[in-house]
T-cell receptor, first 112, second 111 residues
Framework: QKEVEQNSGPLSVPEGAIASLNCTYSDRGSQSFFWYRQYSGKSPELIMFIYSNGDKEDGRFTAQLNKASQYVSLLIRDSQPSDSATYLCAVASGAGSYQLTFGKGTKLSVIP | DVKVTQSSRYLVKRTGEKVFLECVQDMDHENMFWYRQDPGLGLRLIYFSYDVKMKEKGDIPEGYSVSREKKERFSLILESASTNQTSMYLC??????????FGSGTRLTVV
């Protein structure tokens, strides 16, 4: 059974701080990694994806991947109250696989 | 932007009814998925399809079936609804490996 683990939170950070969200996965053959944001009562929306070891930056968001440690993280710089949401980590296993296994999500609260 | 439309936002059905959840995408995506999302359990894959008339079971297919007669439409069928199928149902589609686009979801209550 492929597993994706996240701390459920809630993770509380003050406005303007860096929020760090972490995710581990069990399938060493995993190829693609995704972060989704889900506001309460809404559907998930894609924030970033990463395929290669290292960092990938997009605006205030940075995804970090370490395949040796089976670890992926999301950093949110200059956190805003509008970033308050549940963040879902998702993993696709195997070459050409489009099926995603999701973690249960980490709830982030940004305190003004 | 890709649009994935789920026909109903909220649905209430009786135990034993046959229930159809419809999903339509407008970007010619080949790959479509049905998930359910429950508190504490996260998103779980029910069925998926990589092409017209093609379907594959996900992690929790029991009690469900699907239909894909046209590329843009992927339907989830609850053959005989039960109370443990009360959930948020999310449809998603993708063209390639760059992540899904989700529909707005259908919150189904079975009474």
């Amino acid at each position: 059974q492929k597993e994706v683990e996240q701390n459920s939170g809630p993770l509380s950070v003050p406005e303007g701080a860096i929020a760090s969200l972490n995710c581990t996965y069990s399938d060493r053959g995993s190829q693609s990694f995704f972060w989704y944001r889900q506001y309460s009562g809404k559907s998930p929306e894609l924030i970033m994806f990463i395929y290669s070891n290292g960092d990938k930056e997009d605006g205030r968001f940075t995804a970090q991947l370490n395949k040796a440690s089976q670890y992926v993280s999301l950093l949110i710089r200059d956190s805003q109250p509008s970033d308050s949401a549940t963040y879902l980590c998702a993993v696709a296993s195997g070459a050409g696989s489009y099926q995603l296994t999701f973690g249960k999500g980490t709830k982030l609260s940004v305190i003004p | 932007d890709v649009k994935v439309t789920q026909s109903s936002r909220y649905l209430v059905k009786r135990t034993g009814e046959k229930v159809f959840l419809e999903c339509v995408q407008d970007m010619d995506h080949e790959n479509m998925f049905w998930y359910r999302q429950d508190p504490g359990l996260g998103l779980r894959l029910i069925y998926f399809s990589y092409d017209v008339k093609m379907k594959e079971k996900g992690d929790i297919p029991e009690g469900y079936s699907v239909s894909r007669e046209k590329k843009e439409r992927f339907s989830l069928i609850l053959e005989s609804a039960s109370t443990n199928q009360t959930s948020m149902y999310l449809c998603a589609s993708t063209l390639d490996r760059d992540g899904y686009t989700f529909g707005s979801g259908t919150r189904l209550t079975v009474v």
